[in-house]
């Protein structure tokens, strides 16, 4: 669903888990019985840690370093962050 939610807003983030174990959240097992809103209370905290991290000197230095290696890609910044860390894999 949060796939569908960040075409249709690309300032959205995407709820994976790559980027979720990335920047140290876990959606709740799928027997929680208030699951649905500890997932929307999970996305509204990834996208807060999103925008604060684009503010951050390292937030802006991943923005210009992907616009240089993809000066054609047409993708939010949000989406930039969301690509950089769903690569992002423990070795």
Known sequence: ???LVATIHPLK?????????NVGLALPVAS????????CAIHETLESWF???LA???????VRSFAEHYPDGQVTEVK??????????SR
């Open 32 to 39: 929680a019985p208030d699951r649905l809103e500890r997932i």
């Open 80 to 89: 930039m962050l969301d690509l950089v860390l769903w690569q992002m894999r």
């Open 51 to 53: 925008h604060a991290f």
């Open 13 to 21: 983030p995407v709820i994976d888990s790559m980027v979720l174990e």
């Open 1 to 3: 669903m949060s796939k």
């Open 56 to 62: 951050t000197e390292l937030g802006r230095f991943l």
